[in-house]
């Protein structure tokens, strides 16, 4: 009995021993696990270093010129000459003064010629767009965030993807600029959009394919129909504004905001200085005139509404003009302009519409021409689903400011074109994750209403 019991604490003693063998074993093997993923995360880094660098640089390049834009462009100047100088002494730039952040630091903020200061703006908007850049590669090609690709889980690649990469920092830069613009002297410089939208249309019909992340292609015929009505009914309405038949509204300028009179009153008090003639203010409205001056835009709304709807409405019906409709949706190239055209369109259109129904309604204006031109030129290269995201998402980024601006300061009017940039610039990477969050949601309200739709008597 007593040898048993032995035996039996000596076979114990030896599976506790083996027992803190494994554990430490499966310890050790761990521990060389974590080393050889981490060991593989470095080395995918390095890989991806010299891009980052090269994309740093390049964005710190892109940023001077863009102190180039910001100057410039609201004060009615060429981009291209006189070249860089001096905004004091105007004295030339020598090139190793121009060099982007370095220049800076080397004068110590101070010109070479005459010792005056040069504003600090200018390397904070080169670094700026330099670590924006670095962070869109990294984001996009280390991280996967970026747009949606046709197959869950594939992955983004340079090599592949880099034409809508370029696209989007191309976006990226002109909400930067304009947003500064924007902030400093409450103006959206339409005639940017403008280009992106032109060049966000060109750039879907010609390299949009349903396979390529960020592609606009539209499958439905309907969705397309929607977009060539508009599209048509845009151009009409632009030809008869030009042509004078289209009212214009507030032809006399539109009411000042309380900074836009702040500086007409300095002007005028300038002007009177120096013994010039000052410069007329606009027209001072009352809201009953305000209501009839903003009715004139809803007319220059009614062709792209009154088209698209009929379009869509041919091609429901199945009539025969419809059926050769969506024959030629099958062409790629079609269906990426379309796409792109929808995206410009409900950009354009939800802010104008809300202008339109918020002066109404309070008698005042409540937002600029200009943000309906930064939605329509950003729907153009970003498509419809984010662009209408960008809407309801924008406030959000604004509230906190508008809140503050309201409670301590007498200015009422804030500028909401940078805030729309920023809910762009947001969902440029994170829609495609709040995409797959709504979808469903989305899917269930669409098949309601075509079940109310269908049961209605």
Same mark, same amino acid.
Not at 26 to 40: F, N, V
Not at 47 to 71: A, D, E
Not at 168 to 174: H, N
Not at 212 to 227: C, D, E, F, N, R
């Given at each position: 009995m007593w040898c048993i019991c032995v035996a039996g604490e000596l076979a114990r003693c030896i599976r506790r021993k083996d027992g803190e063998q494994t554990?430490?074993?499966?310890?050790?093997?761990? @521990?060389?696990?974590?080393?050889?993923?981490?060991? @593989?995360?470095?080395?995918?880094?390095?890989?991806?270093?010299?891009?980052?660098?090269?994309?740093? /640089? @390049?964005?710190?390049?892109?940023?001077?010129?863009?102190?180039? $834009?910001?100057?410039?462009?609201?004060r009615e100047m060429s981009l291209v000459s006189p070249g860089s100088h001096c905004p004091k002494c105007e004295r030339p730039l020598a090139w190793y003064d121009n060099i982007p952040i370095l220049g800076w630091i080397k004068l110590l903020g101070r010109c070479r010629y005459c010792g005056q200061p040069i504003s600090i703006i200018y390397p904070i908007v080169e670094t700026a767009t330099a670590c924006l850049f670095a962070l869109f590669y990294v984001l996009f090609f280390m991280y996967n965030v970026g747009p949606c690709g046709?197959?869950?889980?594939?992955?983004?690649?340079?090599? %592949?993807?880099?034409?809508?990469?370029?696209?989007?920092?191309? /976006?990226?830069?002109?909400?930067?600029?304009?947003?500064?613009?924007?902030?400093?002297?409450?103006?959206?410089?339409?005639?940017?959009?403008?280009?992106?939208?032109?060049?966000?249309?060109?750039f879907h019909a010609? $390299?949009?394919?349903?396979?390529?992340?960020?592609?606009?292609? /539209?499958?439905? #015929?309907?969705?397309?129909?929607?977009?060539?009505?508009?599209?048509?009914?845009?151009?009409?309405?632009?030809?008869?504004?030009?042509?004078? $038949?289209? #009212? %214009?509204?507030?032809?006399?300028?539109?009411?000042?905001?309380?900074?836009?009179?702040?500086e007409w009153e300095k002007e005028i008090a300038r002007a009177k200085s120096r013994g010039e003639k000052p410069p007329e203010l606009p027209p001072n409205y009352t809201r009953g005139q305000i209501r009839a001056e903003i009715s004139k835009e809803m007319l220059f709304l009614l062709p792209p509404l009154i088209l698209a709807g009929a379009w869509v409405w041919l091609t429901i019906l199945g009539h025969p003009a419809g059926q050769w409709w969506t024959g030629l949706m099958a062409h790629a190239w079609l269906r990426g302009a379309l796409g792109s055209v929808l995206g410009a369109l409900i950009g354009g259109g939800l802010i104008w519409l809300t202008r339109i129904a918020g002066t109404l309604g309070f008698g005042r204006i409540s937002m600029g021409l200009g943000d309906a031109d930064l939605l329509f030129g950003v729907g153009a290269v970003l498509g419809c689903g984010r662009i209408v995201l960008t809407f309801f998402i924008a406030p959000f980024f604004g509230l906190a400011v508008a809140i503050y601006m309201i409670l301590t300061s007498k200015r009422r009017e804030i500028p909401y074109g940078p805030y729309l940039s920023l809910a762009a610039a947001f969902l440029m990477l994170f829609y495609c994750p709040i995409a797959d969050h709504l979808r469903p949601g989305m899917i269930g309200f669409m098949q309601a209403l075509r079940d109310s739709w269908a049961n209605h008597p």
């Open positions: 554990r430490r074993l499966h310890e050790e093997i761990d @521990l060389l696990s974590k080393i050889a993923r981490l060991a @593989l995360r470095i080395s995918r880094t390095m890989n991806h270093l010299p891009y980052i660098i090269w994309f740093f /640089v @390049l964005g710190s390049c892109i940023g001077s010129f863009l102190n180039v $834009v910001i100057w410039r462009l609201p046709p197959m869950a889980g594939e992955r983004l690649s340079l090599v %592949q993807d880099w034409p809508i990469f370029s696209l989007y920092l191309y /976006v990226l830069c002109a909400l930067l600029a304009s947003s500064l613009i924007d902030l400093e002297s409450f103006t959206i410089i339409s005639r940017m959009f403008y280009w992106m939208a032109g060049i966000g249309i060109v010609v $390299v949009d394919n349903d396979a390529m992340p960020g592609s606009l292609s /539209v499958i439905h #015929p309907a969705a397309a129909a929607l977009a060539a009505g508009g599209g048509v009914g845009l151009i009409l309405s632009v030809g008869l504004y030009v042509l004078g $038949v289209m #009212p %214009q509204s507030f032809p006399l300028g539109e009411p000042l905001m309380e900074i836009d009179r702040e």
